[in-house]
């Protein structure tokens, strides 16, 4: 199996240790190969704004070629850890930009069916308050990006040093959750979720205008036969 990590922060430090630990209890359950990206070291950019995806495709950001090998790491993974320290309340600002640089992979604009099967996790550590709208930020990416499910956990700083033995069962009990939705990943039932998106979105991209700023997205809309009866679901 295959899983790919993204680390929203290059300190090796609270939240390197959770992922680290979480892996740890993966290995008891089987073998794993991991592609590793720390931010951002590995995305040193910020989403400009330019749109350049949008209207012209992902290849052309002119981030692409740090985005484009992570991008194609995830879609020959089986799962993806999604790993961000609480700033202020919430990711870290390279774990935000990441996310950013994959809106246009979101159901509303050009969804990619290769992620239909995934499964995610997010991870956080925190001193004390802001776990649960980090992980938030984490798990509605999964969420728009199509994910077939998708899983969470943080932990209190002191009790990663502390509370060794409470950490590891909540630690071991995720990558439990985590490793077997992987293994029977591919018949899974899809979520309702993005369904509804998907459905929802249908009426509004089928009224784009063909010199609008996101004709892109009704052309692939249209290749994909999405704006009459077919669906990715099938
Ligand atoms: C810029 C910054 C903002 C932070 N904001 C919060 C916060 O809002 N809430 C909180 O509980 N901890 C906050 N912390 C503490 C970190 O979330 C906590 O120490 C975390 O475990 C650090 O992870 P790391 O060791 O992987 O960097 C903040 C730390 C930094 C550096």
């Known amino acids: 199996m295959k899983v790919t ?9 609270n939240t390197y240790k959770a992922v680290e630990l979480f892996k740890a209890e993966l290995a008891r359950l089987g073998s794993i190969d991991y592609a590793e990206y720390f931010l951002p070291k590995d995305l040193p950019h910020f989403c400009n704004g330019c749109l350049a995806c949008l209207v012209n495709g992902r290849e052309r950001c002119p981030h692409s070629s740090h985005i484009t090998p992570i991008v194609n790491d995830i879609f020959t993974s089986d799962g993806v850890i999604l790993a961000s320290p609480v700033y202020v309340m919430n990711v870290s600002g390279g774990m935000k930009s990441f996310l950013d640089h994959l809106f246009t992979m979101w159901i509303p604009h050009r969804p990619e069916v290769e992620l239909f099967d995934k499964i995610g996790i997010a991870i956080t550590t925190a001193a004390g308050t802001g776990m649960r709208p980090t992980l938030k930020t984490m798990t509605r990416s999964f969420n728009y990006l199509g994910f077939k499910r998708y899983f969470s956990f943080g ?8 509370a060794e033995t409470k950490v590891k069962a909540k630690v071991a009990h995720k990558a439990h959750e985590f490793y077997q939705t992987m293994l029977k990943r591919k018949s899974l039932a899809p979520r309702l979720y993005p369904k509804l998106v998907f459905a929802a979105m249908r009426p509004m991209i089928r009224s784009y205008a063909d010199d609008s700023v996101v004709a892109r997205d009704k052309e692939y809309w249209l290749q994909k036969g999405w704006l009459d009866s077919k669906s990715p679901w099938k």
């Open 155 to 162: 932990c209190r700083a002191l009790d990663l040093e502390r």
């Open 5 to 13: 990590v993204i680390h929203g922060n290059d300190r090796q430090g």
